[in-house]
């Protein structure tokens, strides 16, 4: 970076909030994904949207890339910067506008923590459903850049079934409002476009969100299995019954052993091949018979033991381990690859043994917890990667659970993006024209190529979207 | 010209793919997702403007064009999968085929869209008209998993997938749901299924618009989520007063509380429909929208329904209008001048009111387009976006009005 670009950027935000020193750049090295590492050459902390348009204009003018970044939590190496690149962290944005209770609405800043904002919002009974595992420190900016998801986005959607409208600084500076707060878009639905972007489309400064009401009822259950098949079809059976559960989830032995062994442990059967976590909600009546349908087929699947809790207190207890299992993991080893990757549901218990399968070849420990309701995996893999001849191994494994995925009708990534992690991946899921498209999308927003270069689509794969262009003329 | 075209499509499709029009225009009627592109490619290169059909039962076939593309060989359900709630089925194939083929496997697509049962899926799609069941199942959009599109410069694009969660790459789905066919033809969509409620219940209250607009607020406001609410001019219900009707779908138990619960609220009298005319009535109720040469939908907040149903009848007239009284999109049909409907847009943008054209005689979309009032630096990005998937100009789409 220029000394005149840093003295250009310290007179938008102020000195303080421009960092450039090595060490200070350290804390941007990396996101939640422990294999990917790169130092920005300039942070820059902007507090306000005209803060955020004028840096980009800055940036425009002397035709310098950047990278925005909420809290560092993505899991896919999309937050990382190069030293030829600006990060923009925006995490000082971070108030809640506007509050809407009877039209269920909330303008943000993209610095908003996620769990904040439902904790603003719960004196009203409503919340924010998009729940990703980092919700305590994620922020919505970063949601909306990766169309984030979470357990509770089986019945209700993910990100992008929750943001109505958007306020974005295009790479070049200009700003221009995308949707509406009703949510229908004015014209094509570039609300939609822009949401899983991860952040090449431009920033976001202003975020509408849609609230949900608290649910009158809700019930938890937990049931356990002697074999992960059992718990996989006890999933497709209550899909198929017309039953959307709020979550869906699902551990394996080794994430249970990992959960009972840690400061977490909730009494979840260590002996159980597989863990069910079924959460029912909705209205009292509704919840009541849904729940005797969902313990019925839970029975009939070989459940061994069913709870059911539904107070606030017991349920938070069924949920604990849940929640906690990256966090029990994490006692396992140094490093956590956590992976994420979907199939269709059908495909689960092949999928699972496939993953076994891999995990034996490749001797590595691989836990499992997972949105089983929507077929989304989480294979996790704990390792050191100070030994390069694991490191090595973990990369081999994850790439081997891709394909299988991908060879099943799946799909490399289900809520963490593609980012710089599964760019070599993205040519097994689509062709050229596909991928041609999607970066000449891109550059609908973005011509010059600036925002986050170099992540999503891997560029030598696209076909050249303008080669018929010029043929033709 | 028109000799040439036919000549040159029978060479690529076949003498079977390709006839003509009613008015004697070239009829391509592609059997794949690859001969549509090829179709497509071939236009491109001669600069032949391409007029899209489905089944011919929602938009006028009279957008100018020196050949019709027909989804109507596209006509297939390609693929029905129970386990996981997931079809795929081609743009012409027609809706009320697609329910009758889910209904045997006890399996639903939540979307009831203005029209004609025999509707095509593309037309559905394309022009995201979503009905009163977006209540409770949202917009087009969340049943659409993903699409492949032939672009109007004949390329093949597979946007999403056919899992229900995908974040790899960025969602090209959403610019073809809804984009009016502007972005390029749906040749074949993934569509997220349910299983069919066990309870489905229709009730409907009669009285004046502001009683059931109130009441409606009331209903949204407690807890009850029906699948849909949704309030009804007395032309398109055709009764003497205005009608909101109720569809609660569930478990039995869960709806029979409901109807306990919106029978308690409030002081409408809410009478249950019979299992034998539930049908029929939603049904009359969507065909109402073809009622008359223009349909439109303006996309309110809750709160705004009244104020912009005075729009309509103050810009319009009454109409045959259908609200979502919850999530506040409303659809009007009628019979209309350019003028008026200009101002009418130009009333709704000022209160920060998309207003979209859905359906209209070519010359109106032409002048109006379906989009319009878009704001600042929006119109920047579709115009990139439309030279991206169509850089010849081919499709005859009006996105836009010639304003």
Not at chain 2, 61 to 74: E, F, H, I, W
Not at chain 2, 100 to 106: C, K, Q
Not at chain 2, 292 to 297: A, E, H, I, Q, S
């Amino acid at each position: 970076m220029t000394p005149s670009l840093l003295a250009a950027l310290s007179r938008v935000v102020g000195r303080q909030w421009v960092r450039h020193r090595k060490a200070e750049l350290t804390t941007y090295a990396m996101d939640g994904l422990p294999t990917h590492e790169s130092l920005p050459g300039v942070v820059v902390m902007p507090e306000t949207p005209a803060q955020v348009r004028e840096i980009l204009h800055l940036l425009h003018l002397v035709q310098v890339p950047f990278v925005a970044r909420g809290a560092g939590t993505g899991l896919s190496g999309g937050a990382l910067a190069d030293p030829d690149t600006v990060l923009i962290t925006l995490t000082r944005m971070n108030r809640i506008l506007e509050i809407d209770p009877v039209l269920r609405r909330a303008v943000l800043q993209p610095g908003v923590v996620n769990a904040r904002l439902s904790e603003a919002v719960l004196p009203y009974g409503l919340y924010y459903v998009p729940d990703p595992s980092s919700q305590a420190a994620c922020t919505i900016g970063g949601n909306v850049a990766e169309n984030a998801g979470g357990p509770h986005c089986l019945k209700y959607g993910v990100t992008t079934n929750h943001i109505v409208e958007l306020e974005v600084v295009l790479p070049d500076g200009s700003v221009t409002r995308l949707g509406s707060s009703q949510g229908e878009p004015w014209g094509p639905d570039l609300v939609g476009l822009f949401v899983g972007s991860e952040g090449m489309f431009g920033i976001a400064t202003e975020i509408t969100v849609r609230l949900e009401r608290i649910p009158e009822s809700v019930r938890t259950m937990l049931a356990d299995f002697s074999t992960v098949r059992s718990a996989s079809e006890a999933v497709s059976a209550i899909i198929a019954a017309g039953i959307v559960p709020a979550a869906l989830e699902m551990m394996d032995r080794a994430c249970v052993a990992a959960v009972e062994a840690s400061i977490y442990a909730a009494g979840y059967p260590t002996d159980a091949a597989a863990v069910l976590l079924v959460e029912l909600d909705g209205q009292a009546e509704a919840v009541e018979s849904e729940a005797a349908t969902v313990r019925e087929i839970l029975g009939s699947c070989g459940a061994r033991e069913v709870r059911s809790a539904s107070t606030a207190a017991d349920r938070a207890r069924l949920w604990l381990g849940r929640k906690k299992a990256f966090g029990a993991m994490g006692r396992i080893a140094p490093d956590l690859a956590v992976q994420d990757a979907v199939v269709p549901r059908s495909a689960l218990p092949a999928i699972m043994d496939q993953i076994e399968g891999i995990r034996r070849e490749y001797q590595l420990t691989i836990s499992n917890v997972f949105h089983a309701g929507d077929g989304n995996l989480h294979p996790n893999i704990s390792f050191d990667r100070r030994n390069p001849a694991v490191a090595a191994r973990v990369r081999a494994a994850c790439r081997e659970i891709m394909a299988a995925c991908v060879a099943v009708g799946g799909s490399i990534t289900g809520e963490h993006g593609v980012g710089n992690d599964k760019l070599d991946y993205m040519p097994w899921i689509f062709d050229a024209d596909t991928l041609g498209a999607m970066r000449a999308v891109r550059q609908a927003f973005d011509p010059a190529e600036m925002a986050n270069p170099g992540k999503v689509v891997p560029v030598h794969a696209c076909r050249e979207w303008t080669a018929v262009r010029s043929a033709r003329t | 010209m028109s000799d040439t075209i036919f000549t040159r499509l029978r060479a690529l499709l076949g003498t079977t793919g390709v006839e003509r029009d009613s008015h004697g225009v070239p009829r391509a009627t592609p059997d794949s997702p690859d001969s549509l592109s090829l179709v497509c490619r071939l236009a491109h290169e001669e600069g032949w403007k391409i007029r899209v059909e489905g089944r011919g039962t929602w938009l006028a076939p009279d957008a100018p064009a020196d050949l019709v593309v027909s989804t109507t060989g596209l006509d297939q359900v390609v693929s029905v999968s129970p386990a996981d709630l997931v079809a795929t089925v081609q743009a012409g194939a027609p809706l009320e085929a697609l329910r009758r083929r889910l209904a045997d496997y006890g399996m639903w697509l939540a979307l009831d869209p203005p029209g004609r049962p025999e509707r095509s899926i593309g037309s559905i799609v394309a022009t995201a008209t979503a009905g009163p069941l977006r209540h409770g199942f949202g917009p087009v959009r969340d049943h659409v998993l993903g699409c492949t599109v032939a672009t109007g410069d004949g390329r093949l694009v597979n946007a999403g997938g056919r899992v229900v969660k995908n974040v790899a790459g960025y969602d090209l789905t959403k610019l073809h749901v809804g984009g009016f066919g502007g972005f390029g033809i749906i040749a074949e969509v993934h569509l997220r299924l349910r299983a069919l409620p066990r309870a489905d219940l229709t009730l409907v209250a009669r009285g004046t618009r502001d009683t059931l607009t109130s009441a409606a607020r009331d209903i949204v406001a407690g807890n009850l989520l029906p699948g849909a609410l949704e309030l009804l001019s007395p032309a398109l219900a055709a009764e003497a007063d205005w009608a909101l009707a109720t569809r609660l779908t569930g478990t039995e138990a869960a709806v029979q509380a409901d109807v306990r619960r919106l029978t308690s609220l409030g002081e409408l009298s809410w009478v249950p429909l019979p299992a034998d005319r539930t049908a029929g009535f939603w049904s009359t109720a969507a065909r109402g929208s073809l009622a008359g040469p223009v349909t439109l939908r303006l996309g309110v907040l809750g709160d705004g329904v009244d104020d912009a149903l005075d729009l309509l009848a103050h810009d319009l007239d009454e109409g045959l209008v259908s609200a979502g009284a919850g999530h506040g999109m409303i659809r009007w049909t009628g019979d209309a001048v350019l003028d008026r409907l200009r101002a009418l847009r130009r009333a709704a943008a000022a209160r920060e009111v998309p207003m979209t054209l859905e359906r209209a005689p070519w010359p109106i979309r032409r002048a109006l387009g379906h989009f319009g009032a878009y704001r600042e630096g929006v119109g920047k990005i579709v115009g990139r976006l439309r030279g991206t998937f169509d850089p010849g100009q081919c499709l005859s789409v009006a996105l836009e009005g010639a304003e």
